[in-house]
Structure formats: structure tokens, C-alpha cells
């Protein structure tokens, strides 16, 4: 089956802007959740949305938002696009809640100039 | 949130067992222990996850003393496409999360 799918794969912005970013679960994975990777944070968690509800939220600002639409693809949305933004941005989805049996997608290079 | 912490680098040869040593001292009665593998340019794929006790599938065993404070990911018979970085996660379903650094692991023939 296919996997975790998210798109653009690399993207520049400029500061100021805003980004929004495409996450296709795997067929009937419900739980998608959101994660920041860069050299200095490593891996950091953003959100999950569940039954397209936002369940949980990590410690991020109110910069970044993100939405679940009833076929479970999400998008996550940056605004007013901060240099410090630029990272690789990660989706996973899973049948349940939780990283249990959880598939991360290959990510989306941010690069904010 | 627990601190979770796992070496920087760790090199090894083809055949050899590999062990990662991930500590996490703060860890939470409803925390559970997954490691991740990573290549360049490709998300996290999982490699196992257990609560404690000693776990093992067919890639991986890990070790989780009875304290639960660390836990040990063991590779055996690496070879050269085992070179990635592997993180440690200690975690909840409700997604308070920890991830370790990474450990980045180099097999050399």
C-alpha cells in the first residue's frame, strides 16, 4: 500500500510569508501528527489531529497551525515565516492515537531566505 | 517531560552486535520507549518499541531495566546499510513526547 505522502518535497520562502504544507496519510490511518526536525532542536512534535480534530499540541507559537479534512490528509500552515522556521517538517499517521505503528512521511524542506 | 539522552556517534564493522544505550531518567509511569532509524533525506522508520522488560523482533532487541531510567537498542550482525542516525523517543499516547538527539551509528566493511 502506499505510504505516507507529503508534499512540496523542498519549498524557499522568504521571511514574511506564509507556507502551507500537505500531508496524505496511508489509506485508513486516521492520526496525523506533525514534527519539526532541525540541527540544533532535533525532532520536535508540533500537533496531532485525530477525526479531524487537533487532539494534542506541542510547545510551539500560534505561527503555526495546521487542519485535518475528513479523508485525513492534513496541511500544516506557517505564517509570518521566521529565518529560525527553516527545517525539515515531518508527518506520520497511524490507524490509532500515539507513535505506535506510526509511518513518518519523507518530510518537506523548508527553507526560509 | 522526560530528558532523554543517547550518545553522539558510535562506529562499528560488518558482523558486530551494536548496542544503544538511551537514558531517561524522568521518565513517566505511562511513558513508553520506541527507537527510530533515520536516513539522509527520508523520515523515521520504526524500529521497536517496548514498556519494559526485553522485547525483540526480527531487526532489533531492546533491553529496558527494571527502573525503566534507560534502555538499550541492540543491532545484531550490522551491516553497511545499518548506517543511519537512530533516535531514542520516550513518550505518551497522549503525545508528550522526548525525543534523544541521535546516535549517529557508522558500519564500515
Known amino acids: 500500500k502506499a505510504g505516507v505522502t507529503q508534499t512540496p518535497r523542498y519549498l524557499i520562502k522568504t521571511r514574511g510569508q506564509q507556507v502551507t504544507l500537505s500531508c496524505s496519510p496511508i489509506s485508513g490511518h486516521r492520526s496525523v501528527s506533525w514534527y519539526q526536525q532541525t540541527p540544533g532542536q532535533g525532532l520536535q512534535f508540533l500537533f496531532e489531529y485525530f477525526s479531524e480534530t487537533q487532539r494534542n499540541k506541542g510547545n510551539f507559537p500560534g505561527r503555526f497551525s495546521g487542519r485535518q479534512f475528513s479523508n485525513s490528509r492534513s496541511e500544516m500552515n506557517v505564517s509570518t515565516l521566521e529565518l529560525g522556521d527553516s527545517a525539515l517538517y515531518l508527518c506520520?499517521?497511524?490507524?490509532?492515537?500515539?507513535?505506535?505503528?506510526?509511518?513518518f512521511g519523507q518530510g518537506t524542506r523548508l527553507t526560509v531566505v | 517531560l522526560a530528558k532523554t539522552t543517547q550518545p553522539i556517534s558510535m562506529d562499528s564493522y560488518e558482523g558486530q552486535e551494536v548496542n544503544i544505550t538511551c537514558s531517561h531518567n524522568?521518565?513517566?509511569?505511562?511513558?513508553?520507549i520506541t527507537w527510530y532509524q533515520q536516513f539522509p533525506s527520508q523520515g523515521p522508520r520504526f524500529i521497536i518499541q517496548?514498556?519494559?522488560t526485553k522485547v525483540t523482533n526480527e531487526v532489533a532487541s531492546l533491553f529496558i531495566p527494571a527502573d525503566r531510567k534507560s534502555s538499550t537498542l541492540s543491532l545484531p550482525r550490522v551491516s553497511l546499510s545499518d548506517t543511519a542516525v537512530y533516535y531514542c523517543?520516550?513518550?505518551?499516547?497522549?503525545?508528550?513526547?522526548?525525543f534523544g538527539a541521535g546516535t549517529t551509528v557508522t558500519v564500515r566493511a
Open positions: 517496548g514498556y519494559k
Open positions: 524522568n521518565i513517566a509511569t505511562n511513558d513508553y
Open positions: 506520520a499517521s497511524s490507524f490509532t492515537q500515539g507513535l505506535t505503528e506510526a509511518f
Open positions: 523517543l520516550v513518550g505518551s499516547n497522549d503525545y508528550k513526547l522526548s
